[in-house]
């Protein structure tokens, strides 16, 4: 019974992943899981960018669909570049949302996603109050806590990763939904999008 299921879950997986698989350090995707970028995903964001143009809002993708390999080479040039704090924003290959194929990364044309420039502002400020409407959720919301450093802007405390505001998931309309209910996005509610996620071997036949 537990090969069974153990196959189920490998054929499951090879069909594309649930949108709520929970990807971390702790529960990491296997290393020949390789979707490529998700269609319902993919369509989803272009609905969002084009409604975020009519509203004057720009938004182009910096990073979107990594593989397993792909997530590797960025972790390494990471850790070249900033060794002392690159594991505050960078996962580790099969801990990375982006592996599953329906996360991106979005930045205003031109700009680097951690640029403070006013345009990110305005992109981080739409996506915040408007990506629910599109199926996506913001995976590592601004988070306050009483002790220091008080949020999650610079260390990643309460989230794995530090505050990202450019890192949207497609998760669908509903679940999305239930998470703007729960107050995901309030700074002072511990409710995380994590919290509504399940490991990908904890899937059921």
């Known amino acids: ?21 929970l990807v971390d350090a702790r ?3 296997p290393r020949w899981f390789d979707p490529g970028p998700q269609p319902d995903a993919v369509s989803a964001l272009e609905a969002l960018v084009t ?6 809002i720009r938004a182009a993708i910096y990073s979107g669909y990594r593989s397993y390999s792909k997530q590797g080479a960025v972790e390494d040039r990471e850790r070249i570049v900033r060794p002392s704090t690159a594991n505050y924003y960078i996962a580790s290959p099969g801990c990375s949302e982006h592996q599953l194929g329906t996360a991106f990364d979005l930045v205003w044309p031109g700009l680097k996603v951690e640029s403070s420039d006013p345009r990110n502002e305005r992109l981080y400020i739409w996506l915040e109050e408007n990506a629910h409407h599109y199926g996506f959720v913001l995976s590592y919301p601004y988070k306050e806590i009483e002790e220091w450093p008080y ?6 405390q309460v989230t794995e990763i530090i505050h990202e505001p450019w890192h949207i998931r497609y998760v ?8 703007i209910a729960a107050g995901y996005l309030d700074p002072q509610n511990s409710v995380l999008p994590q919290d509504f996620y399940q490991p990908w071997t904890s899937i059921n036949p």
Request: hydrophobic share 50%.
């Open 1 to 21: 019974m537990k090969l069974l299921v153990e196959l189920y879950i490998v054929l499951h997986m090879l069909m594309g992943a649930p949108l709520n698989t």
């Open 27 to 29: 529960h990491p995707l």
């Open 51 to 56: 409604e975020a143009s009519e509203a004057g």
């Open 151 to 156: 949020n999650n802007r610079w260390m990643p």
């Open 172 to 179: 669908g309309m509903s679940l999305a939904e239930d998470m």
